[in-house]
């Protein structure tokens, strides 16, 4: 868990290196005289999936922030905030990956199994965006506010407590 929390310039860096990589990789593999492979459709429903756990996950906290459930533990609220950061780098990471992918894929986009792959690619690499920003939403509701958990600020406490 980052202690200062994920921020948008770092999961920018991780989609630029991803996508070196992976333009690296699939370019070392295309010069060996193979095609590049489709991408297959479920990994953007188990991206979507993740990113729909994410934010749930978020808004258990957020919630219990606001007063509403009463069942959450620190242990678990810190456990959700390494999930959303964890899945705000994933994203990234994925969408480098595939992004990587088609600019490799692009030049010969003339060729028929090259055209066919624009499409998901695109989804998955919009898939992989959501994951990101669906993390750095639930790490945002994972703060703790300024004032306490019902609203009252510190001021507020310590002179309930003096009573």
Known sequence: MLREGVRGRQLVAVLIGTTLVSAIVWRLYTRSGRLLQAPVWLTVAVVLLLA???????WQVRSYQRGGSRSLTGLRAARILSLAQAGSITGAAVAGWFLGHLVILLPDRDL?????????????????????????????????????????????RDRAGED
Not at 52 to 58: C, E, P, T
Not at 128 to 138: I, M, P, S
């Open 112 to 156: 028929t199994p090259y055209a066919r792959q624009l499409l998901p690619l695109s989804v998955l690499i919009a898939s992989g965006l959501v994951l990101a920003v669906t993390g750095l939403v639930a790490q945002h509701w994972c703060r703790l506010p300024p004032e306490g958990r019902n609203g009252e600020d510190d001021a507020d």
């Open 52 to 58: 729909g756990l994410v934010l749930w996950s978020g």
